[in-house]
């Protein structure tokens, strides 16, 4: 069974929209992993389909409905459903490389996308949603989130990369960031490939690419070494 991913959203033309190109793309063609993605109003209420309303307790914007957003999920994901709610929102926790890791080698992920001010706070709780957030700012919806964790998980799905890049020596592996790269001209502007990546002793190549990557996460992200 592959990967399989639902979205939740007011706007079902954002999907696949990114990850229907290039990696991502080329492996949901070849049916590593699959995307199902609903629009909430198809359960808005009235005419209108009305999906939000004013919040309680009053203040500026609206709030979806936590009647229309559970009919929504129920139908995508019913009880005993393996795959975890998520629900993007600011106010998760930040998504880590480790998180995305077991996320990739589960049987997918339900995503819920949220807009205006948010969702009604019984939703999160009645239907168990997990708030998974991809930064400390504040986006005008999830959906650009949900694509952000997708492309994340998609990327480790086994046979989505070639077998070489297993992903393992990459930034946030080990808490590091990773080490520069290079590639031809051997000089450009006056700039040189550093001589220890031309003197193919790999056991020297492999101690620079380590210094590098601690001196580069000293510099710019010694939280991750704490
Ligand atoms: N009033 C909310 C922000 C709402 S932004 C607050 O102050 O917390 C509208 C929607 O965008 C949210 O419901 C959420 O689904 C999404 N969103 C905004 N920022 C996000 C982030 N950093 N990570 C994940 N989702 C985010």
Request: with cysteine; proline share 7%; hydrophobic share 40%.
């Amino acid at each position: 069974m592959s990967w399989s991913a639902s979205v939740l959203t007011l706007f079902p033309e954002m999907f696949p929209g990114p990850l229907g190109l290039s990696l991502a793309g080329d492996a949901l063609a070849r049916g590593l992993w699959s995307l199902d993605v609903r629009d909430i109003r198809a359960h808005g209420l009235g005419r209108h389909r009305a999906v939000d309303d004013t919040p309680a307790g009053g203040g500026a914007g609206m709030v979806i409905r936590a009647d229309v957003l559970a009919a929504a999920v129920d139908e995508v994901s019913p009880q005993g459903d393996p795959r975890p709610r998520l629900l993007m929102s600011p106010r998760g926790r930040p998504l880590t490389q480790a998180r995305v890791r077991q996320l990739a080698a589960g049987p997918g992920a339900v995503l819920v996308c949220g807009r205006f001010e948010g969702v009604d706070e019984r939703v999160i709780e009645g239907r168990g949603l997990e708030e998974v957030s991809i930064g400390d700012y504040v986006l005008s919806g999830g959906e650009p989130a949900a694509l952000v964790l997708m492309d994340a998980c998609v990327r480790l799905i086994p046979g989505v990369m070639g077998k070489d890049a297993s992903g393992a020596e990459e930034s946030f592996e080990n808490n590091l960031l990773e080490y520069p790269h290079y590639t031809r001209p051997r000089e450009w502007e006056g700039r040189a490939i550093p001589d220890v990546l031309l003197s193919g002793d790999h056991g020297r190549i492999a101690r620079w690419r380590r210094e590098q990557a601690e001196r580069l996460t000293r510099e710019r992200r010694p939280d991750l070494l704490d």
